[in-house]
């Protein structure tokens, strides 16, 4: 999570900023090894990407490390191409958690992060329409959250009981999930934007 990648998509270029201070930089072309990865059971075609990223992440990591890029663009989601949280929701979170003020809703990694709506009003729209901006998206099931949400998305230390709070006052859901906002799929493709509508339509 310190780890700060940047992507100039003009040049097709990398750079990561990782805590330490090294900065490793090039080009994001991924002409190395074919590889075949597990992203959450789904067996997705990728090829390395050649360059200094291995030694740098291996050290960092302290474990090897190789950069891939995934063959099929969007094929590198999570289970589902569209996240969105309520900050309303986070900020509930919070509240439960004993926090005066909201924490950083970065350490969900939602793609969309709504205003103006209740707490968990998000998990009310499964099965419905969303508009977003100038995309249309279908929601879909809660996320299952893991122990990453625990971290604060700047330093990357634990700063926050996020499952055990959810669990206090949201439950266990399903196959033991502790669940925090939705996942969504694209009905209408479209630009969206910071400050764009949202809004439920059917």
């Avoid at 097709?12 to 201070?21: E, H, I, K, N």
């Amino acid at each position: 999570m310190p780890i700060r990648a940047e992507h100039d998509p003009a040049e097709d270029r990398l750079t990561l900023r990782l805590p330490d201070g090294i900065l490793i930089s090039g080009p994001a072309a991924a002409d190395g090894e074919a590889l075949i990865v597990n992203f959450y059971g789904r067996e997705v075609p990728a090829h390395v990407v050649e360059g200094d990223w291995e030694e740098g992440l291996s050290r960092f990591a302290g474990h090897l490390v190789r950069l891939a890029r995934v063959d099929r663009p969007g094929d590198g989601t999570d289970e589902r191409p569209v996240t969105l949280v309520s900050l309303a929701s986070v900020a509930e979170l919070s509240r439960q958690g004993g926090r005066d003020r909201a924490i950083d809703p970065g350490r969900f990694r939602m793609l969309v992060e709504i205003e103006g709506c209740e707490p968990h009003e998000e998990d009310t729209w499964s099965g419905r329409r969303v508009r977003i901006g100038e995309a249309e998206v279908r929601v879909g099931e809660p996320v299952p959250r893991c122990v990453i949400t625990t971290l604060d998305p700047q330093t990357g230390l634990r700063d926050f009981p996020t499952l055990s709070v959810i669990k206090a006052y949201r439950g266990v859901a399903g196959d033991k999930e502790l669940q925090f906002g939705v996942y969504g799929d694209v009905v209408r493709p479209g630009t969206i934007g910071v400050g764009d509508p949202v809004e439920p339509l059917d």
